[in-house]
């Protein structure tokens, strides 16, 4: 842990190169430049910094430290979660590749794999439930490349063997992309398990204050990791920009004290809302409760804001609980400052239910990340919010 902290707090800076600024500057130059033709022909063995659609020195700061928490040998930065996730799939597959999903991955992961990878590149995907290794084994084909996975999933809050998956995976040549957002790489180290390629969308809580859009790729495999930044990000252009990346640094600074605090109140929050009267069910991975508390505790060291709980009384008192909260605000997105709920499958399709596994009850799903406006003021709106229900 004390090495921890050091990289999120130095990590990756040498002030030296920068006047002995306590914290690094903004570098917001499109370009270097060079003393002599031959310094310029030579930068790929220098490693000099070019152009800023291929590094930059304060993305670089903020690439060294994630690799660093993440125990892995580089990270690569984007512009969004997204575009890293784009960018993990470009690498490792082709056209006709077979993917296997975890089912409920992060939504627009699922739209971009059925609305653009099947159609027009002709790959392949088979979901998965998660539960059962062996049936993940059976659902590899000779052209299977990659496994799309994340854990805890940000809906449900299931879990799935991380390890095992990566044994199974690494057996067959196939590679292995993990989400990792929720447990940010303080609580869990899906690289130490096994898994090949590591995500973070930094809009969550690296990032922290809700001010930026960005996302990182962390992996072990040095060559592969040449292949996103050398390849990918620079021939897709998908870089993040030096500003957002000296946010994600300084968010980094506190991410330790933050996500505890968040654990903290999240924890008070679901053991209230467990043990409440009008509250069917919660999902959270801190609980004593959860089904998987055993693989939880094997794999993840931590827990952070964010849950879900359905009430008795179904979808509709879902929206009116959401619509009567004060403090928690309405919104899709999670990890800062703010406290934030929402019904996210309030108007899903059936289709999508079923994939979920939830059926018509996950209508009534209410996620709320737990920000930090303090434990007491947070429990209070709810209780005055499911006292009107
Ligand atoms: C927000 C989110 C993403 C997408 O990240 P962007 O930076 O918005 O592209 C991916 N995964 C999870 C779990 C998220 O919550």
């Known amino acids: 842990m004390r090495d921890e902290l050091l990289t999120l707090t130095h990590g990756g800076e040498h002030q030296k190169d920068y006047l002995n ?12 430049i060079f003393d002599s033709m031959e310094d310029y022909l030579d930068h790929d063995e220098t490693g000099a910094y070019v152009y800023g659609r291929v590094s930059n020195p304060t993305v670089h700061i903020l690439e060294e430290k994630v690799a660093a928490l993440e125990k892995g040998s580089m990270a690569v930065a984007f512009a969004s979660g997204m575009a890293a996730f784009s960018a993990a799939v ?17 939504g627009p992961v699922k739209q971009v794999l059925n609305d653009y990878f099947i159609p027009q590149m002709g ?17 590899i084909r000779d052209n299977t490349a990659l496994m799309v996975l994340e854990s805890p999933a940000t809906l449900v809050f299931s879990v799935f063997d991380i390890e095992g998956t990566a044994r199974i995976a690494r057996a067959h040549g196939v590679k292995t992309y993990i989400d990792n957002s929720y447990c940010t790489p303080l609580y869990q180290k899906p690289l130490t398990l096994g898994i090949d390629i590591v995500m973070h969308t930094m809009s969550k809580y690296i990032g922290g204050h809700s001010d930026i859009i960005g996302g990182i790729l962390a992996v072990r495999d040095e060559e592969l990791g040449k292949t996103l930044a050398d390849h990918i990000r620079q021939w897709f252009g998908g870089i993040l920009g030096p500003m957002e990346a000296w946010l994600a640094i300084r968010g980094l600074r506190t991410l330790d004290l933050r996500v505890e605090r968040h654990q903290k109140t999240a924890m008070a929050v679901a053991a209230y809302l467990e043990n409440h009267p009008k509250v069917e069910e919660v999902y959270y991975t801190g609980l004593p409760s959860h089904p998987q508390a055993d693989l939880i505790r094997k794999q993840q060291t931590g827990h952070t804001g964010l849950m879900s709980f359905r009430l008795k009384a179904g979808p509709e008192a879902a929206m009116r609980l959401v619509d009567e909260l004060k403090i928690f605000e309405i919104g899709c997105s999670w990890g800062g400052f703010e406290s934030l ?18 059926g018509e009850k996950g209508r009534g799903l209410i996620r709320i990340h737990c920000g930090l406006e303090g434990t007491e003021a947070l429990l209070a709106d709810l209780e005055q919010a499911l006292e009107k229900i």
């Not at 600024?21 to 270097?32: M, Q």
């Not at 709920?341 to 939830?358: S, T, Y």
């Open 21 to 32: 600024a306590v914290t690094p500057p903004v570098f917001l130059n499109s370009l270097h």
């Open 90 to 106: 470009l690498a490792v597959c082709g056209t006709g590749s077979h993917i296997i999903c975890l089912r409920n991955v992060y």
């Open 123 to 139: 790959m392949t995907v088979s979901y998965w439930d998660g539960r059962s290794l062996d049936e993940l084994e059976g659902l």
């Open 341 to 358: 709920a929402i019904v996210p499958l309030a108007r899903a399709g059936e289709e999508e239910l079923k994939l979920l596994g939830l």
